[in-house]
């Protein structure tokens, strides 16, 4: 693999200046991502390869950041499992129909992803070819558990009452959906490996509602099994979780290359917490966006002094970049990122 | 003050059982709740002192708890300080107009607790009366950061990114706010006080969106300056912060004698970086109420042992009991906890 600043920050090796990418860096904040936006369908946007790498690219050109990130949805997999998927205006993700007992699972469909999800992978294929070695691609998927809140909640919840039912009166239940997950998950990401994705996230936005007994029982082993099925050769692999500070000492056991923090914990903190013989990704809050140049300049330089200048950090926010974020902002911290780093290492 | 078990645990001294309460205990979880609600608007419930004195007392009877909490809403503040409040059907708290500048600061009227609060003060004298020293009651008011979410929001938020923008690039502007909050919530607790609150709890449902330096300047110097000027005199005082353990040791710093914490932590390792020298309350995830008898026994049955015994644990849920819970199962989780804590101490 050429040799990408992003790629070696991830496997802890020296590099010119800290890398930066930006979760949802493709997306509605930029005026290109929106007229793109104007004429398609969010779902139908994500299922036309031609234009979901047209809008991987925008932020590629534009922020100068240090990788692409594959465009598309955590839930084409439930989706290609044979769930029916809508957005609705303003609304959040509608999944149907929901997932409940075990006749419910017996019927999700097993991925075949070069058939079912062939469009990520065309996706993958061309951005390969449109990126020509300038930043490594990321592809992605989500992690069983945050992909089961979805399927079991019918879409967004907020406390999950559903699920944790399944969990706590059914766990046999529970568990095989999380299995059926882990394979699916498993298969999907190696075919984006094959494919062409030179890294790989798992997003496990949701696993922070857990209290650790849960994240033990029913969150970690289908990451792990997961992370130790991937064919990872050379391809670093990131474990990205929402409000997971108490869980950062179990994580660690996942074995990833990288792990994703949220903004409530410092930097600092959370990778003695983790390890420094991992790489941590993050960590700042989305809404340091909407502050002057100035302001964002005292927030990156915090963390690039708590991060220390040691191999391993790759800049990111602690979640996805806020849809009316100042796109001249987002800009500024790329700079300000590369320019602050560069700086810490000469 | 009568030798109250709760009051006592809250100043961590010797009881012969661990107590228990429960956050939201007065609420739709209960037939003899949604009888009264049935009948009356929430807000009217909140301002008929007669009604609201009736469904704090409920839980009471029904479950055994060991503290009464007044039944009342963190936003009948803003609504005495001048903001209009609705709660429609199925949505949140709708608050207008919502506080954005200077001078919307400047409107907000200073509150007179036994005037413009007094139907609050008025079920405080009843209570005290009716529970004939049978347990304690506890005060409560919203802290002055999850007040101004919900004030420059003008209802609930995913992001809050009105107040953090105020934060980031008005800060003079949140400091004036908060500093107000402040004001106000120290003159309704103390008032509350006065009128016969034997504790009070201090919630910051919202503060652990926070990252630790936004909690330095702008949560934790406003809670501090309540906490200070509250005529505590054998009045124990609570800080309760959802989803706020990364920020645990800072909180230490508040003074309050107890602290609570939501489910995601365990309860051993949260005492040990809030120090021993300080109660805590928790940590029950609401859903395991969703359980059966055995496993909620179980999971009791951890966070006992997990605080060991030790003078100056207060039971709780980790947030508030979710409206669709069994009743009997909270019936029995009161139960379990007397009885394990009871064998623990024999």
Redesign the interface.
Same mark, same amino acid.
């Given at each position: 693999m050429a040799d990408y600043r992003f790629i070696r920050a991830c496997f802890r090796q020296k590099v010119d200046r800290t890398p930066i990418w930006i979760m949802r860096q493709a997306g509605r904040y930029m005026p290109e991502y929106r007229a793109v936006r104007e004429k398609t369908e969010f779902l139908e946007l994500c299922k036309t390869p031609e234009l979901a790498a047209k809008v991987t690219l925008q932020p590629i050109d534009k922020l100068n950041v240090d990788a692409a990130i594959l465009f598309s949805d955590i839930l084409t997999l439930p989706e290609a499992m044979g769930i029916d998927l809508k957005f609705g205006k303003g609304m959040g993700p509608q999944l149907s129909p929901v997932i409940r007992s075990r006749s419910d699972i017996d019927r999700l469909k097993e991925i075949d992803p070069e058939s079912s999800l062939s469009f990520v992978m065309q996706t993958i294929r061309i951005l390969r070819r449109e990126l020509e070695g300038r930043v490594p691609l990321i592809g992605f998927s989500g992690a069983p558990f945050t992909l089961a809140t979805y399927m079991v909640e019918g879409g967004s919840s907020k @406390? &999950?009452?559903n699920l944790? #039912?399944m969990m706590?009166?059914n766990p046999k239940t529970a568990h095989a959906l999380f299995a059926k997950l882990s394979d699916a998950v498993t298969a999907y990401l190696n075919a984006q490996i094959a494919a062409g994705a030179q890294a790989v996230q798992i997003f496990d936005t949701w696993a922070?509602? =857990?209290? $650790?007994?849960?994240f033990d029982a029913f969150v970690f082993p289908y990451v792990k099994s997961v992370v130790d099925r991937l064919n990872r050769n050379g391809v670093p692999v990131i474990y990205y979780c929402n409000?997971g500070? #108490?869980l950062l000492s179990r994580m660690r056991k996942l074995n990833t290359d990288v792990i994703g923090v949220d903004?409530?914990?410092?930097i600092d903190?959370a990778w003695k917490e983790i390890g420094y013989d991992r790489a941590i990704q993050g960590n700042l %809050? $989305? =809404?340091?966006l &909407?502050? %002057?140049r100035k302001?964002i300049e005292e927030?990156v330089r @915090?963390i690039l002094k708590r991060a220390g200048g040691r191999p391993g950090h790759i800049f990111n926010l602690?979640h996805g970049v806020?849809p #009316?974020t100042p796109v001249e902002n987002v800009q500024a911290l790329v700079e300000i990122v590369h320019e602050l780093s560069r700086e810490d290492r000469a």
């Open positions: @406390d &999950f009452l944790k #039912t706590y009166k922070g509602i =857990c209290s $650790p007994i849960d409000g500070s #108490t903004w409530r914990i410092e903190v %809050d $989305p =809404c340091v &909407f502050m %002057d302001g927030r @915090d602690g806020l #009316t």
